[in-house]
Structures are given as C-alpha cells and as structure tokens.
C-alpha cells in the first residue's frame, strides 16, 4: 500500500501533506539507517516536522560521495554538489577553478555549456559560489527533466573538466596579458577574476570584510582571500596550481551532493551512482573535518595595534575626512556553534543591532562619532567559527581609536542595566517569524536549505546530524523557557564577548590617489609577470584567443541536454486575483496561513524634486516615531511584536497614459494580526513624526548617502549606467518618463538630493526647512485622494476584512490635484545622450547603451532577440573575449526599449562598439540558426514562469502588471510571439536596431580611465555649482 506522511506546517501547525511515494523496496517512507540502495548506505534518516520534510543522508560505499536529499512537496527542485576547497594562497585558484570547470567537459566539450543552460533552460538557478573554504554548485528548477539536464551538465564539469588539460583556459577565467588591440596600443592585464576582483578590490565595504577575517584568523586558511586578491592573482596563480588543487580537493569521495524537493530519491540515488562509477575513496585524507588544522585556537590578541587598510576616495569628493571605518570583532568559538546557540546569536543580533532603536545601536549612533553601523554588524557564523563584530562608519579620522572603547562601555552599560523584556518579545518574535516563512526571496528554498546544510556536512563528515541546522522548535522552545524563568541570557552573551580577548580592531580610512597608485603598480606588475610567463605564457593566450574566437562543433552543442520548444507549453500561467473596489485580492497564493498586505498609493503628480527624495520619505516612513503617541523604540516594538515587517517602496512603470509611480507599504503577519497590521500601516502612513525627530531623520539620510556610494555605485554600477542611459534617450512621451522617474529616484540626482538635505539637516538654521519639505512629500503621495488599491494574498482573511483593511488605511489628507507631469531630460540635468559619470573610488568600469525600437515592433521576438544579444553575442564578446566579469541584454515590452550593459569591465571604448554593433551581429546569417533561435525563446518561456515565486513577489508582479494596465491577453500574445519568433524576424529586429535614432550611452569609471577613453563630457558626482 501507498504511504502517506504528514506533520505539522512550519507556520501555523496546520497539517502539510507530502506526496505518496511508492511502496517499493527503497521507498523513501521505509528507507532506515543501515539500508542499502544504489550502492549507498543509508547513514541517516529522519522527519524535520519544523519544515515539513524528510531528510536522508546516504554515503557511496565505494567512493565515500555524500548524498543528502531534503524530501518534500516543494516544486522548485535543486540540485548541488559542494567541495572543500580551504585557500593556501591569495591567488584565488578556488575561485578561478569555479570558473574554469563550467567551460567544458569530457561529455559537453563546447566552449561555454554554462551560458547554453543559462539561455535555453527553464532553471529558477543556475550558478556557483566559492566560499572562503568550500565551493558550490547550485542548480534548481520547477521541472524535472530540466533539472537532471542542469544536474548532468554539472556533474560532468566537475568531475570531467576540460581546464585540466587545456592550458588556456585558465588565461580567460583567471588572467593574461591581453595584447593590444590596436596600433600604439600597450598590454594590459586581463581575465574575469581577475577584474571580478578588481571591482571587489573597489569597494571599502569589502576591503573593511576581508580585512576582519585576516586578523582574526593569523594562523589558518582563513587569512587568505579564496577569492583571489588582485595584486597576488597574476603572481601566485598559474596551470600547474590549478591542476594541482583541482586533484586535491574535486575528488567525488570529498564532496556532498544534494537533491531537495518533491522528486523521487530513488531515482536520484541511482543517477548520482551512475556517476561515481569507477571512484574509489581517496588515498589521501583532506582532513576538512579537523578541528585543529582548520580551527582558530582563541587567544589574547587585544594587545595587537588596529589592522589598517585604505582606499582610494578624491578629498574633492563630500566629507573626505570623515569616511573611516572602524570595527571591533571577536572569533566567538573553538567548537561549532549548536542550533541552540544559533538561535539565541540570532535573537541577539535582533535585540541588539535589528533596528535602530535597538540599544547597542543606539549607543553607538548617539555618540556622534559615526553615521551609521560598520560593514558585518552583528553575527555571521557561516564559517566553522562565528564572528561577533560591531562598529562604525563615516568616522572622522581623529576618532578612530576611540570607537574601540566606546563599543565595550557601550556592550558593559547595557549587560550591567539589563535589557528590556518587551524588547526581547519583540526580537523573538521577529526571529521566529523568519525561521517559520523562511522568505528567501528570488533564492529558490532548495539552494538556500543546500547552502546551509552543506558546510555542515562539509565541516562534520557523514556521522554528523545535518537535521539539526534545521530545526528550530525546540531551541526556540528553550530559550522562551530560559527567558521566563528569569535566566540572564543575553546579558550572559555580553560578558562572554567582554571575556573573550581574541578580539581586533580593524579601520578602513580613504587615502588620496590611491587609485593612480593601484594603478602603476598595475602595470608594473603586468610588466613582471610578462617577463616571468616569456613565450609559454604569449603562447598560451594566443591559443585562447584562437580557441574564444572558433566555432563550437554543432554535434557538441547537440550533446547538451536541453528542453525542446514544441515541449514548451502555448497558455500562459497567470496570477489568479480578484480585483473589487479598491481591493485585488489573490486568495489562490500559498502562504501557509501567513498574510500579505500591500497599500498602494499613486504618486504619478510629484514633481521632479519630490522624485529625488521620495526614497527618502518611504525609508523613513518607519523611523521617525508618531505625533503625539509612540517613540521610535515603540513602534519597532509594535511592529517586531505583530508582523513579520514593515516596509515602503516604490514602482515605476510605463503605462499607456505615461510613466506612472506609486508607492508601497508593504507588510506581513499572522492570520490573527490583521486588523493590527492595517492599523500599523495607517499610523505610519497618516502620523509620522516629520518634525519632532531630527537626529532620527539626519541618521536616515547619512545611512542612505552611505549605501549609495557603496551600494549603488559600486555594487550596482552597471545598473546606474543603463538607468542614466534610459533617462538620456532623446524622445520624450510616456515610454521616457517612467524611464526619467527612476532615474530621478535612484540615480545621480536622488544622491545629489541626499546631500543636499544633508546639509539642510545639519545646520540648526535649516533642519526645519528639510523636514517640512520631506513631510510635503509623503502628504502628497500619500492621502485618501491618492489611495488605489490594497493588494493582498491568501485564501484568508475574506474579502470584507479587506474592506475594512482598506478603510483603516484611507485616511483625509493634503490632496495634491495637479496632472501627472512629464519629467524631461533637461529637469535631471542630463547633459545629452553620451557622457561619463566619474567616479573615483571605481577601479573597474560599468558601461550602458540603451536605444529605442519603433511602437509597432514584435514584443516576443524582441525579447528573444534580447536574449540572443545577451547571451550569444556579448557573453563572447565583452566576457570571454573582453574578461568583463558580466554582460547583458534586456528589452522592457512596455517601453520599447532594449538596455546593454557591461559589468566590472575592463574596456570603454571597445565595449561601447560591441553594443553599437549588436543590431548588425542579429542581422548576419552566420550569426544565428534556427535551432539557436528556439533555444533562446526556451529560455525566455522559462523566464515568464511565476510558480515558485514566494507570496511577495507574486503581489510585486501582480502590481506591475495593474499600474501598467496589462491585460491577460497581451501577456498571452506576448507568449505566443516568443514561442513563434524566426531568425528572419530577429533579422528584422536587428534593422530595426541600427537604423533606430533614439539611444543613449553612459559609462562610470574613474576620471583617468574615462579621459582615456575619449569619454566627454563627463558628469562628477558631486555638484560643484
């Protein structure tokens, strides 16, 4: 007979049905320790009731492989397999081989097979990830053969690469000395990682990162960057190295492989044996598992002097003396933390640093010598050994040394008074809000279970309980149990982390001309190791260069298992709502009995200057405290104690009528706390407290100067590019507005803006004058006049209660009755549609060109064509080829309009003629075959699918698709367009795209780099007039 499992639901103890396996010999339901299938040993299984799964961990007899399968009804399946690979050097050999093994096998021998999946596969992911002692490979999909097609390609990367005996390959993914390409012109440096790193190497954020891990771990594989450090990469890094480690550490006997979802774990078992045919255990022992090879031993380190590192900032740029960094750290443990300790680090972390009014931020931001919390804040414990670390940024530089006291009087004021019991409700209850949604975003839920149960694996050896990172009940239930009995929990935490001396002061300070001399060092080193390499390594690249520019042997392309586009279904798969009044409601989305709520105003009239700082507004909306009623801490408390959350946003979308915006305030909670939720969002919405709260509102706006620059310019570069790129298309109308809208909201004026306020904030004389007009902003965004809609999800809470949520929510305001503006390119101060941002702190470069197609063109085979450009021509063109570490294609069906950009580019000029030459490439008939073509639109189909989207973004693509007015049926024909597109008709697209006249080009960079490439005029940050 059939077997049937149930057990309660991770939310609200409602039952949750897994799928009836059969009732064969290695039916999951029967399959116990000591049994044998596949040639596996099962070494353990078990029920997770916290999340609703069953979990197994099998061993390979004969190669020792791991398997674990986290069995349940999910859809979106994943498949993984994870090495150890603890770093010995700085040449990011790890990180590079994480590259290199997805450029070809013995069984899928194409140049590229990763990029092929990429594009032709319907996969919800597709990547890898090197960690700073293991690398993983990560794949998911909704559908099963899709996801054995990923899985095969995969595996036989791993443990059948190409790059082990192909030499040249290591010249793209890690580096080379690129001739070049022009008369006159010198040699550079190139590779992916090696510029990845490059634009890592940028960012004071991740120099501050990388510097904690070093001083904290002197004596272990910790203290170098697996990812691979820019100045030791060309010197440390070579073939032999590669080979050497890929031996030593990709033995299948090494790795832990994963499968999660509602798939059958005997077929799964017998695939993966399949694989590890012909593998015996390996000889020499890893010893991954050892405590003490791969474990920091705690010890006395607070007498070492502050571990320093700079990085390039122009003293031109605001508030130069007052951008250091400064963190105090502690390595927590010399044993793995238990999930026990786990949950109450989380708690802690919560109770602590959550928010803002949380008391040790408090203390710190109220000291005045910092602006905003330091990079890592908090606990990450996704190493063997946790890291407890807290501080500062914008610190002035004659205040560095004294954040180090100020942290520890800081920690020893609040364990000596205690702390606040409504706070720790509060902080346990947002804690476990979290652990039972389990909300991971655009991450599918299997990638993140695999990311976090394969390190333990890993770490532990295959006798290890890897079940234990995913329960949380019980420790939950013992620390409510702890706190009610009185038990000074997290007053204990403070004086352990007082206690503990293996504690360092890390400080990241701006140097001047930092960059210039990162620089010249550059081509010094260029110029050594050219020398060092001679002829071998000339001939090395030259048979790279001659391998990225042959042709892949279509009977090679043809072994890459692929879904087929007559398999592709023609309906397309919509978001059921039921649309009344002001309420669309989505009562067929699962949310395991939770409830999500969004109120969305429509602020289509701002003016251009209420557009730059409505962020603001939406980010503070929650920070301010109420008139007359709760303080800021209260209204964290109110809100961790009865929601999952809190938070505003913004849309733009290109509407029929024009560009349209609205903002949203976003929350979720429990069944029960409905009513309580509206009236959260009605009080924040009608009574924030613009006025009273001052410092609150300069700490809000120096928080999101910060984030910019760090954040958005050069986190997001690309992303900046291509928006400042849309905004500078020369037509005007409604496809340009919306274009402009974001731009105004998120680009350089939203950061001119920012400083502009700050500067208002900070003089007594004009703080008000700030306030007020923020304060003018949020009224005229939000009042009843202004109100649209509620957009909810869940089978519960009825249609009525929506109603009434509605009412809460609907309150008399200031009504704004003035027409939805246009907002032109001249508003924005942009100064044409070619120009550069110059950025000083950017090593490693972002470019953008974005142009607009004619009304009447095909949306479905424009989006295909999209793909083509992106995955087919740029891939080579500017990755492979030009070693940018990313490249891509877009095309928005609302606004007609195709988007390029290029991602920690080395190359300007060379860059930007690969974009203008996208359309001629679609036009050439030996670019493309129509098996090429169909391929792309699998994956765009792929694209479109929504149902392993978590309940928030399905309202967010709801809401799009409503503020647009886009109906069903153009989705439908938008489909159908894709599914029918020819290579004639993406040949007609790219005529369309050469002889277009509306496009624009914006490239970020450094000064000298932009100079250089003839880049004028070039537009700087900060608004000298």
Same mark, same amino acid.
């Given at each position: 007979?059939? #077997? ?209 891990? %070093? ?18 990469? &060309? ?15 990709? #033995? ?91 949950? %109450? ?156 001396? #293996? ?57 890459? &298992? ?217 009224? #005229? ?245």
């Amino acid at each position: 007979m059939a #077997h049937e499992v149930t057990t309660s639901a991770p939310c609200l103890g409602r039952s949750a049905t897994y799928r009836r396996f059969s009732s064969g010999k290695n039916s999951p339901a029967r399959l116990e320790v000591g049994d044998h299938i596949h040639g596996f040993t099962v070494v353990q299984s078990s029920t997770v009731p916290d999340i609703s799964a069953r979990l197994f961990v099998l061993e390979h007899d004969q190669s020792g492989a791991r398997l674990i399968a986290l069995s349940n009804s999910d859809a979106n399946k994943s498949f993984g397999a994870a090495f150890p690979t603890p770093p010995e050097d700085n040449s990011g050999v790890a990180h590079v081989l994480e590259h290199s093994v997805l450029c070809g096998s013995r069984s899928y021998p194409t140049k590229d097979p990763f990029a092929t999946l990429l594009q032709s596969s319907h996969q919800t992911f597709l990547n890898a990830l090197t960690y700073p002692d293991r690398t993983c490979y990560p794949v998911a999909s909704c559908n099963s053969q899709d996801l054995y097609n990923l899985a095969e390609v995969y595996i036989d990367s791993l443990l059948h690469p190409k790059v082990v005996d192909d030499d040249y390959i290591i010249r793209q993914e890690g580096w080379r000395v690129q001739p070049g390409g022009a008369e006159g012109e010198s040699p550079t440096l190139q590779g992916v990682v090696y510029n990845e790193m490059k634009g890592v190497y940028s960012s004071a954020d991740m120099l501050h990162y990388r510097m904690m891990s %070093r001083a904290l771990n002197p004596d272990n594989c910790y203290r170098f960057d697996s990812g691979g450090d820019p100045q030791y990469i &060309p010197k440390e890094l070579s073939q032999n190295r590669l080979v050497s480690f890929y031996k030593t550490h990709y #033995h299948p006997g090494r790795a832990v492989f994963w499968f999660y979802g509602d798939g059958d774990i005997d077929e799964q078992a017998a695939w993966l044996a399949g694989k590890l045919a012909g593998y015996e255990r390996p000889v020499d022992a890893l010893e991954f598992d050892s405590k003490e090879k791969y474990m920091q031993p705690l010890r006395d380190l607070t007498g070492q002097p502050p571990h320093r590192v700079t990085f390039d900032y122009d003293p031109k740029m605001p508030d130069f003396d007052s951008k250091s960094q400064v963190s105090v750290s502690w390595l927590l443990n010399d044993e793995r933390l238990t999930s026990d300790d786990r949950i %109450r680090y989380a708690v802690f972390d919560s109770l602590m640093l959550g928010r803002t009014s949380s008391p040790l931020a408090r203390k710190l931001l109220d000291s005045g010598l910092g602006k905003s919390l330091a990079i890592g804040s908090g606990t990450q414990d996704d190493l063997r050994q946790a890291i407890f670390s807290v501080g500062l940024k914008d610190v002035k530089t004659d205040d560095e040394e004294k954040i180090g006291e100020l942290v520890t009087r800081s920690l020893q004021e609040i364990r000596d008074a205690g702390v606040d019991a409504l706070d720790v409700q509060a902080a346990v209850n947002s804690v476990e809000f979290k652990l039972r949604e389990f909300n991971t975003g655009r991450l599918p839920r299997g990638v993140a279970w695999f990311l976090t149960v394969a390190p333990e694996s890993l770490y532990n050896g295959s006798n290890h309980d890897v079940s234990e990172v995913m329960r949380f009940e019980a420790p939950l239930r013992r620390l409510k149990n702890d706190l009610a009995a009185g038990k000074p929990v997290f007053e204990d935490i403070i004086d352990s982390v007082l206690k503990n001396k #293996h504690c360092v002061t890390v400080v990241t300070s701006p140097e001047e001309g930092k960059g210039e001399r990162l620089r010249q060092r550059e081509r010094e080193l260029m110029e050594e190791v050219r020398q060092e390499g001679g002829e071998e390594l000339a001939d090395q690249t030259k048979r790279m260069m001659a391998w990225q520019n042959s042709e892949d042997i279509p009977e090679d392309i043809g072994r890459i &298992p692929m879904l087929r586009k007559a398999d592709m279904p023609r309906e397309e798969n919509e978001i059921h709502s039921d649309e009344s009044g002001d309420v669309l409601w989505h009562p067929e989305v699962r949310t395991q009995g939770l409830v999500y709520a969004d109120a969305v105003f429509d602020a289509t009239t701002l003016s251009v200057e209420d557009q730059t700082r409505l962020p603001v507004v939406m980010k503070a909306l929650t920070e301010l405290g109420l008139q007359e009623g709760d303080s800021v801490q209260e209204l964290h408390r109110r809100i961790e104690t009865n929601t999952g959350g809190l938070a505003g946003g913004i849309v733009n979308v290109a509407a029929t009528e024009g560009g349209r915006t609205a903002v949203v305030v976003r929350g979720r909670c429990l069944l029960e706390k409905t009513d309580t939720l509206a009236g959260l969002m009605s009080d924040i919405v009608n009574s924030c407290d613009w006025l009273g709260n001052r410092q609150r509102l300069v700490e809000v706006v120096d928080q999101m100067c910060s984030s910019w620059e760090q954040s958005m310019l050069i986190g997001a570069g690309h992303q900046l590019a291509l928006s400042a790129a849309y905004a500078s298309l020369p037509a005007e109308g409604r496809v340009h507005d919306a274009n402009r809208r974001d731009y105004a909201q998120s680009g350089l004026p939203h950061y001119r803006e920012l400083l502009r306020l700050r500067g208002l904030l900070r003089s007594d004389d004009t703080w008000e004058e700030a306030a007020k007009a923020l304060k003018a902003t949020a009224d #005229h965004a939000m009042n009843r006049s202004t109100f649209s809609i509620v957009s909810a999800a869940g089978p519960e809470p009825s249609r009525e209660t929506w109603e009434a949520f509605r009412e809460r929510l609907a309150v008399p305001g200031s009504a704004r009755t003035a027409s939805p503006l246009m907002i032109s390119a001249e508003s924005l101060c942009i100064p044409g549609g070619f120009y550069g941002i110059a950025a000083p702190s950017v090593q490693i470069g972002y470019n953008s060109r974005a142009l607009t197609v004619p009304e009447d063109t095909d949306v479905g085979t424009a989006i295909v064509a999209a793909q083509l450009v992106s995955m087919n021509y740029m891939w080579q063109q500017i990755r492979m080829q030009g070693g940018a570490y990313g490249a891509s294609c877009q095309f928005n069906h609302r606004s007609k309009t195709f988007g390029m950009t290029t991602y920690r580019d080395p190359h300007v000029r060379r860059s930007l003629e690969v974009m203008r030459d996208a359309g001629k490439w679609l036009q050439d008939p030996s670019s493309l075959d129509p098996s090429t073509v169909d391929q792309a639109a699998v994956g765009v189909i792929g694209q479109l699918e929504i149902g392993h989207l978590m309940p928030d973004e399905v309202l967010r693509v709801s809401l799009t698709r409503w503020l647009a007015g886009e109906s069903p049926e153009e989705r439908q024909a938008r489909r159908v367009g894709i599914l029918e597109a020819t290579r004639e008709g993406i040949q007609k697209i790219g005529q369309r795209i050469c002889e277009t006249e509306s496009s624009a080009e914006v490239c970020i960079a450094n000064e000298t780099v932009l100079t250089e490439a003839g880049i004028s005029p070039l537009l700087p940050l900060v608004n000298d007039a």
